[in-house]
T-cell receptor, first 114, second 110 residues
Framework: DSGVTQTPKHLITATGQRVTLRCSPR?????VYWYQQSLDQGLQFLIQ???????AKGNILERFSAQQFPDLHSELNLSSLELGDSALYFC?????????????FGPGTRLTVT | TQLLEQSPQFLSIQEGENLTVYCNSS?????LQWYRQEPGEGPVLLVT?????EVKKLKRLTFQFGDARKDSSLHITAAQPGDTGLYLC??????????FGKGTTLSVSS
């Protein structure tokens, strides 16, 4: 158990809908990272937050957005969903926000868009 | 174009065999990490290599970082069924977020 929690574990929704994925980092970790894992693209970095502020952006679509709240939990919002958005979504956390340091991954949310 | 290429993509071997998986790039990384991911779980860090030419050992696993810091390898000696999983390499460039390869799926049968 990494100490990172993600909810829900599974999510099935229809095209065009909007969903919110939630992540609680390890106690004391200030930085949260979001990743998307699909069979064809592998694990892709989406976005990073550090202590409530956006720190780095990766291959995140404009239909996707995220935020980190004062209690440090984070939410990833996916809107106007398409079939191709079906994937595993992971969040990870670490204390410092530096990519060099170990990131602790949650168990993931499996999103299926039908 | 994938920045980090891992090979082979799939590997199926018998218990006791040795194996090597590779992680290659045309880019230089300030450091490189190896993760293992099991079905239904998130990746777990195995090792971080920082210096060109560095070799690190973790029990039966040996990790090497290329001299030019563009490639890395993972060698497993006497593989066991418990080694089964997806092995991912991830590079760090100038402090930016991790860039992952697509991984090598290893299956070790007894």
């Amino acid at each position: 158990d990494s100490g990172v929690t993600q909810t829900p574990k599974h999510l099935i929704t229809a095209t065009g809908q909007r969903v919110t994925l939630r992540c609680s980092p390890r106690s004391g970790d200030l930085s949260v990272y979001w990743y998307q894992q699909s069979l064809d693209q592998g694990l892709q970095f989406l976005i990073q937050y550090y202590n409530g502020e956006e720190r780095a952006k990766g291959n995140i679509l404009e239909r996707f957005s995220a935020q980190q709240f004062p209690d440090l939990h984070s939410e990833l919002n996916l809107s106007s969903l398409e079939l191709g958005d079906s994937a595993l979504y992971f969040c990870a956390s670490n204390p410092s926000g530096g990519a060099f340091y170990e990131q602790y991954f949650g168990p993931g949310t499996r999103l299926t868009v039908t | 174009t994938q920045l980090l290429e891992q090979s082979p993509q799939f590997l199926s071997i018998q218990e006791g065999e040795n194996l090597t998986v590779y992680c290659n790039s045309s880019s230089v990384f300030s450091s490189l990490q190896w993760y293992r991911q099991e079905p239904g779980e998130g990746p777990v860090l195995l090792v971080t290599v920082v210096t060109g030419g560095e070799v690190k050992k973790l029990k039966r696993l040996t990790f090497q970082f290329g001299d030019a810091r563009k490639d890395s390898s993972l060698h497993i000696t006497a593989a066991q069924p418990g080694d089964t999983g997806l092995y991912l390499c991830a590079g760090v460039q100038a402090g930016t977020a991790l860039i992952f390869g697509k991984g090598t799926t290893l299956s070790v049968s007894s």
